[in-house]
């Protein structure tokens, strides 16, 4: 802590920065993208969260402490969805031996 | 060190404690340990609706084009103006304002209040649309035509994580005005000042977490698959 005191401009700069993103995320929603609208609405959230924690948290600031737990939580996370989304995903490429289950696998995209 | 002992000597500083610096390092690392965990806690639910979506898109897009997306946006706003006023009263404790840290914690818990009035009105549109699962499942109409096309036990799965994520998220929300009815009884006996303002400190950081959690709940409830 102890972190140095910032100015109100600038946090009035980051608010108004948010704002134009949430009209931004909204607008891109109604925009035929195919696949790059939850792209787009990801990268904004993203930036989004980047603003929060750098700015309004403080992180700027931060000790390397505190900026390494950060990271290690959304390390994490990341390995979280990413190896649940790996299993999912690749589940039915090949079909279980039939004497495992005698229910259909779900249907899928 | 003449001003450690003349900090030692404030109330706010816990004897387990050498000096306020120590305490205040503590807490931030104590918080910022507390945030991860809820990233996770948090993160299960992500995941789990990362893979239904892509098990059940158009089911995920039908249910998200029945929410409404104009209080979606708005509410947005709140929190993000929320999470500005917050900002703004870590800012005048750190200063030593304390008229106008009452003020901002005022102008947060009222922010914070707006929001969950807002969800609240959501909340009553579900059980009007019949559109609640297991409680109140039975949409007809309109509504019923746009859950058909990606299967309706399909529909009550995006708003069973409808109702988890929001509903999750909105108790953190109720628990963090909680907290900053805390703070604005202690700062009004102005328990707070330059040295020692780490309760406000701590209780921003969980309210900008909680506005992080929107910020991407907005888009991945609201926004399914486009609009147009």
Redesign the interface.
């Known amino acids: 802590?102890?972190?140095p005191?910032?100015s109100?401009k600038t946090?009035?700069l980051?608010?108004l920065g948010?704002?134009v993103l949430?009209?931004l995320?909204?607008g891109v929603?109604?925009?035929?993208?195919g696949p790059f609208?939850?792209v787009a609405?990801?990268a904004?959230?993203f930036t989004?969260?980047m603003l929060?924690?750098l700015?309004?948290?403080g992180v700027r600031h931060?000790?390397g402490?505190?900026r390494i737990?950060?990271v290690?939580?959304?390390f994490?996370?990341a390995l979280?969805?990413a190896f649940?989304?790996a299993d999912?995903?690749t589940r039915y490429w090949t079909s279980a031996p039939e004497s495992w289950s005698t229910t259909a696998p779900?249907t899928?995209? | 060190m003449i001003e450690t002992e003349a900090q030692a000597q404030h109330a706010g500083l816990a004897h387990q404690f050498e000096d306020l610096e120590q305490q205040q390092d503590a807490d931030a690392l104590g918080i910022w340990i507390f945030l991860v965990t809820e990233i996770m806690f948090f993160g299960g639910l992500f995941a789990a609706y990362a893979i239904y979506r892509w098990l059940y898109f158009p089911a995920f897009q039908g249910g998200s084009h029945i929410l409404d997306i104009r209080l979606g946006a708005a509410n947005t706003i709140v929190l993000l103006a929320s999470s500005l006023t917050m900002a703004l009263a870590v800012r005048s404790a750190q200063a030593g304002h304390r008229r106008s840290l009452l003020l901002f914690l005022a102008a947060t818990v009222i922010l914070g209040g707006i929001f969950l009035g807002v969800k609240a009105v959501e909340y009553n549109q579900k059980f009007v649309e019949h559109v609640v699962p297991s409680l109140d499942w039975a949409p007809e109409g309109q509504t019923l035509a746009r859950l058909t096309p990606g299967g309706l036990e399909h529909a009550q799965i995006y708003f069973f994580f409808y109702f988890a994520m929001t509903g999750l998220h909105a108790l953190h929300m109720i628990i963090g005005v909680g907290l900053l009815l805390w703070l604005v009884l202690r700062a009004r006996k102005g328990d707070f000042n330059p040295h020692y303002f780490a309760p406000v400190e701590v209780v921003g950081l969980y309210w900008h977490f909680v506005d992080i959690v929107w910020i991407f709940l907005f888009p991945l409830l609201y926004l399914i698959g486009g609009r147009y």
């Open positions: 802590m102890s972190q005191i910032v109100q946090y009035l980051v608010f948010l704002v949430t009209i995320t909204t929603a109604f925009i035929d993208l609208n939850t609405a990801l904004i959230a989004k969260m929060v924690i700015f309004f948290m931060s000790s402490l505190v737990i950060l290690a939580g959304f994490w996370l979280l969805i649940t989304t999912y995903r779900p899928h995209p």
